[in-house]
């Protein structure tokens, strides 16, 4: 099956601050998205971004499809904006997620 | 709801009772997805239905496990003789068709604990 690599792992960022957060993903996609798991455990969809570059606010994201990656990028970091992010893709023509193993963002006052 | 619903939102079993957890998709939504997420990991797939059939069950990890949709919107994960191994959340999605570019929306989850 498909198989998903986040990076980094964790992040610590001072308020203000802007942080990347990749996505790798080992075959082609039509569909990528990126979720913030709030720490109720909610997943909050970001981006649907198979393609293209999007934005929304202090949050842009960035999706090479030929180069099977996707960037997600945070500006002026808040706390709020802690937790975990996540990325996932359909498995082949299956619409099933695979997700990776999330990044861990603490944004520190 | 404008979204989807779970319930109910934390469940605590003791080792061996069966469990029933809950899933209201988006209205209109004719896919429905059960993942479970283990601490410190991301969701990992379980099954999928579209309408009232189960596509794909390859992700249930034991034949304890059983989902149904009988009537193509709320859906049910039931867990037989619960083992300490089942503690998770388990989320539920929905969207508006099975196509993989449709955009899955997941609901807050349940969490289960067995002790």
């Known amino acids: 099956g498909i198989q998903v690599e986040q990076s980094p792992p964790d992040l610590i960022l001072q308020e203000g601050a802007n942080s990347t957060l990749r996505c790798n993903f080992s075959d082609s996609v039509n569909n990528l998205q990126w979720f913030h798991q709030n720490p109720w455990g909610q997943l909050i969809n970001l981006f649907y971004?198979?393609?293209g570059t999007k934005q929304n606010g202090r949050l842009s994201a960035t999706t090479v499809a030929t180069e099977r990656y996707s960037l997600l990028y945070i500006s002026s970091s808040q706390t709020t904006d802690s937790g975990v992010y996540f990325c996932a893709v359909p498995s082949g023509a299956n619409s099933k997620l695979t997700f990776g193993k999330g990044i861990t963002l603490s944004v520190r006052p | 709801g404008a979204g989807v619903s779970q319930s109910p939102r934390y469940k605590v079993a003791k080792r061996g009772q069966d469990v029933a957890l809950r899933c209201d998709p988006i209205?209109?939504?004719?896919?429905l997805f059960w993942y479970q997420q283990a601490l410190g990991q991301g969701p990992e797939f379980l099954t999928y239905?579209?309408?009232?059939?189960?596509?794909?069950k390859s992700g249930l990890p034991s034949d304890r496990f059983f989902a149904e949709r009988p009537e193509g919107s709320v859906s049910t994960l039931k867990i037989q003789r619960t083992q300490q191994e089942d503690s998770a959340v388990y989320l539920c999605?929905?969207?508006?068709?099975?196509?993989?570019?449709?955009?899955?929306?997941f609901g807050p989850g349940t969490r289960l604990t067995v002790l």
């Open positions: 209205s209109g939504h004719v896919s």
């Open positions: 971004i198979p393609s």
């Open positions: 999605a929905s969207s508006f068709s099975l196509a993989s570019y449709n955009e899955q929306f």
């Open positions: 239905f579209q309408n009232e059939a189960q596509l794909d």
